[in-house]
T-cell receptor
Framework: GAVVSQHPSWVICKSGTSVKIECRSL??????MFWYRQFPKQSLMLMAT?????????EQGVEKDKFLINHASLTLSTLTVTSAHPEDSSFYIC??????????FGPGTRLTVL | AQTVTQSQPEMSVQEAETVTLSCTYD???????LFWYKQPPSRQMILVIR??????QNATENRFSVNFQKAAKSFSLKISDSQLGDAAMYFC????????????FGKGITLSVRP
């Protein structure tokens, strides 16, 4: 079946540094990918829609200069958390739709900012 | 805007028993999809079941079935013969039809299974 991978699975960084998270669709092409943020015991909050070859679409309240998204190819989208601070610590999940009714989720990335 | 409501934050079920998780949603659209996703402690999102709004027949997947009431905008999940591995967080989700449509999630419910 279709698989979406994320790298890294866990990252610890110092406050003020930038962190890049990769999301790859392994056996299908995805012109669109979605990025979510999830706090413990809470739901997934959509941050942005990543579009191959064009700018990402950000949800209201999400700082686009803080969370840079680049959809470089039909199988890769990256989320860069710039100048990370402890409040950015969270679990980040990507998903990629295949067909009209199925989305495949990555395993998530746990970000801890010290 | 579409909204999905899961009003029960937690539920518990005895192993081998049946449990029903509730979900309501609000939309002005007539064609859409509804989903139940499971998120175990590993936090990997797993699709449990999918329902197409234009289909009147309720979807079933082995021990999992839904009660889809379109007019009432209700979409509950029934888990039969509950197993310890069913313990997880469950999310109800809505998606408009059309390629690359985004999912709208409910707040989720934590299901525990008592041995």
């Amino acid at each position: 079946g279709a698989v979406v991978s994320q790298h890294p699975s866990w990252v610890i960084c110092k406050s003020g540094t930038s962190v890049k998270i990769e999301c790859r669709s392994l056996d299908f092409q995805a012109t669109t990918m979605f990025w979510y943020r999830q706090f413990p015991k809470q739901s997934l909050m959509l941050m942005a829609t990543s579009n191959e070859g064009s700018k990402a679409t950000y949800e209201q309240g999400v700082e686009k200069d803080k969370f840079l998204i680049n959809h470089a190819s039909l199988t890769l989208s990256t989320l860069t958390v710039t100048s990370a601070h402890p409040e950015d610590s969270s679990f980040y999940i990507c998903s990629a739709p295949r067909g009209v009714d199925t989305q495949y989720f990555g395993p998530g990335t746990r970000l801890t900012v010290l | 805007a579409q909204t999905v409501t899961q009003s029960q934050p937690e539920m518990s079920v005895q192993e081998a028993e049946t449990v029903t998780l509730s979900c309501t949603y609000d939309t002005s659209e007539s064609d859409y999809y509804l989903f139940w996703y499971k998120q175990p402690p590993s936090r990997q999102m797993i699709l449990v079941i999918r329902q197409e709004a234009y289909k009147q027949q309720n979807a079933t997947e082995n021990r999992f079935s839904v009660n889809f009431q379109k007019a009432a905008k209700s979409f509950s999940l029934k888990i039969s013969d509950s197993q310890l591995g069913d313990a997880a967080m469950y999310f109800c989700a809505y998606q408009l039809t059309g390629a690359n449509s985004k999912l709208t999630f409910g707040k989720g419910i934590t299901l525990s299974v008592r041995p």
